[in-house]
């Protein structure tokens, strides 16, 4: 049975950091692209970073580039997202995601900056 699952979100002052977490199972992890992505309230999901199987070429929305680092251990198969600098527009509801043939997704994590 395949299962994402996203930890580490919460509620941040803008300019806090966190860390979040997703754990991976039921799938061949290493061979996976790896992303996060994120819904705000209104709006449409969208793409936040992105990593290759290998751990490589991680790739950034525009809006989070230099802030936001993706991350990922294919050992004990885990992606990690840290956000640093964060920003009331960093509301959202984040998720895991992972990507092939098939394409997985987890709950998802609510972050929320605010002060």
């Known amino acids: 049975q395949v299962q994402l699952v996203e930890s580490g979100g919460g509620l941040v002052q803008p300019g806090g950091s966190l860390r979040l977490s997703c754990a991976a199972s039921?799938?061949?992890?290493?061979?996976?692209?790896m992303r996060w992505y994120r819904q705000a309230p209104g709006k449409e999901r969208e793409l936040v970073a992105a990593?290759?199987?290998?751990?490589?070429?991680?790739n950034y929305a525009e809006s989070v580039k230099g802030r936001f680092t993706i991350s990922r251990d294919n050992g004990k198969n885990m992606v990690y997202l840290q956000m640093n600098s964060l920003k009331p527009e960093d509301t959202a509801m984040y998720y895991c995601n992972a990507y092939r043939w098939n394409n997985y997704w987890g709950q998802g994590t609510q972050v929320t900056v605010s002060s």
């Open positions: 039921g799938f061949t992890f290493r061979l996976y692209i």
């Open positions: 990593i290759t199987s290998a751990g490589g070429r991680p």
